[in-house]
């Protein structure tokens, strides 16, 4: 989970919201807001790992830094269970509204954007494992409030769903890539999670390593039949497919104009960030 550089110090503090509107399930909200706030600042959520902090994931990431750059916020939502797994197994975390962990992070964003005039149509969310699977949640859960997610090493959104109803709940047949689907059953999961939207979706961006033994390779596989039967594509037939790209034994697949996919072959959990990579495909 550490940089493979040493971070530039970010300019301001990271600093705790105590109250930012209905939070059920108390997850605590940390936000960094630059120095120089652009007029109309667009807003990031970077969601840590498991065993990860709001702190960690500040430190560890590249968004205060680039934050410092280009003026918008960022918030570092942080789970409230012990080990700092997000919940996205509950039925209350997978259903629009329903109360649980994508609830209190949609609240958030929503009350980021009411304090400082935030950009509604430039809010995007990203993270990393756990919080790569809490991306495709809030993708999934909240598709008005984004324009873009990029997931780096998660699962389907969905694909943790515990029958018994258990929150925060480790799902080992998902972790192992034994849950497969097709690209309408997967689609059909992140539908019923609001069901009747039918406005915009975020565009994603899927990033995993082959070697990954923590969330094993094929849930790449099944998160991209997700997002290809949300969007309509055929997913054994990506637009284009570059090699080596953005790094040498990468390779990067693109589906019309809302879908990514990039496959390190021999990375492990969790694929590293790339800050500027991800300004790119959120267009700030």
Same mark, same amino acid.
């Given at each position: 989970?550490?940089?493979?550089?040493? $971070?530039?110090?970010?300019?301001?503090? $990271?600093?705790?919201?105590?109250?930012?509107?209905?939070?059920?399930?108390?997850?605590?909200?940390?936000?960094?807001?630059?120095?120089?706030?652009?007029?109309?600042?667009?807003?990031?959520?970077?969601?840590?790992?498991?065993?990860?902090?709001?702190?960690?994931?500040?430190?560890?990431?590249?968004?205060?830094?680039?934050?410092?750059?280009?003026?918008?916020?960022?918030?570092?939502?942080?789970?409230?269970?012990?080990? %700092?797994?997000?919940?996205?197994?509950?039925?209350? %975390?997978?259903? @629009?509204? #329903?109360?649980?962990?994508?609830?209190?992070?949609?609240?958030?964003?929503?009350?980021? $954007?009411?304090?400082? *005039?935030?950009?509604?149509?430039?809010?995007?969310?990203?993270? %990393?494992?756990? #919080?790569?699977?809490?991306?495709?949640?809030?993708?999934?859960?909240?598709?008005?409030?984004?324009?873009?997610?990029?997931?780096?090493?998660?699962?389907?959104?969905?694909? !943790?769903?515990?029958?018994?109803?258990?929150?925060?709940?480790? *799902?080992?047949?998902?972790?192992? #890539?034994?849950?497969?689907?097709?690209?309408?059953?997967?689609?059909?999961?992140?539908?019923?999670?609001?069901?009747?939207?039918? #406005?915009?979706?975020?565009?994603?961006?899927?990033? @995993?390593?082959?070697?990954?033994?923590? $969330?094993?390779?094929?849930?790449?596989?099944?998160?991209?039949?997700?997002?290809?039967?949300? !969007?309509?594509?055929?997913?054994?037939?990506?637009?284009?497919?570059?090699?080596?790209?953005?790094?040498?034994?990468?390779?990067?697949?693109?589906?019309?104009? @809302?879908?990514?996919?990039?496959?390190?072959?021999?990375?492990? @959990?969790?694929?590293?960030?790339?800050?500027?990579?991800?300004?790119?495909? !959120?267009?700030?």
């Amino acid at each position: 989970m550490e940089p493979t550089a040493p $971070l530039k110090r970010a300019q301001a503090a $990271l600093s705790r919201v105590t109250d930012f509107g209905p939070n059920s399930s108390n997850v605590k909200m940390y936000i960094y807001v630059p120095t120089r706030l652009a007029a109309k600042p667009p807003v990031i959520v970077a969601i840590h790992y498991c065993t990860g902090t709001a702190q960690a994931y500040y430190s560890g990431s590249p968004y205060a830094q680039l934050a410092d750059q280009k003026g918008f916020i960022v918030i570092y939502p942080e789970s409230p269970y012990s080990g %700092t797994c997000w919940d996205v197994s509950s039925r209350a %975390t997978l259903t @629009h509204n #329903g109360g649980g962990n994508s609830n209190s992070i949609a609240n958030m964003v929503n009350y980021t $954007l009411n304090r400082y *005039n935030g950009d509604a149509s430039k809010v995007f969310v990203t993270g %990393t494992s756990s #919080g790569a699977m809490m991306t495709n949640v809030m993708a999934a859960t909240y598709p008005e409030l984004f324009a873009a997610g990029i997931v780096y090493s998660g699962t389907p959104a969905g694909c !943790f769903y515990s029958q018994s109803g258990g929150v925060n709940q480790w *799902n080992s047949s998902c972790a192992n #890539g034994q849950a497969r689907g097709t690209p309408q059953v997967w689609a059909k999961m992140a539908f019923d999670m609001y069901p009747g939207y039918n #406005g915009s979706r975020p565009k994603m961006q899927i990033y @995993h390593g082959s070697a990954d033994t923590t $969330l094993n390779q094929n849930n790449y596989n099944e998160t991209i039949k997700q997002w290809c039967g949300v !969007f309509g594509y055929d997913y054994t037939r990506p637009d284009t497919t570059q090699a080596n790209t953005p790094q040498s034994r990468y390779t990067t697949y693109t589906w019309g104009d @809302h879908l990514v996919g990039v496959y390190a072959q021999g990375v492990g @959990h969790s694929v590293p960030m790339r800050g500027s990579d991800d300004m790119k495909f !959120f267009g700030l």
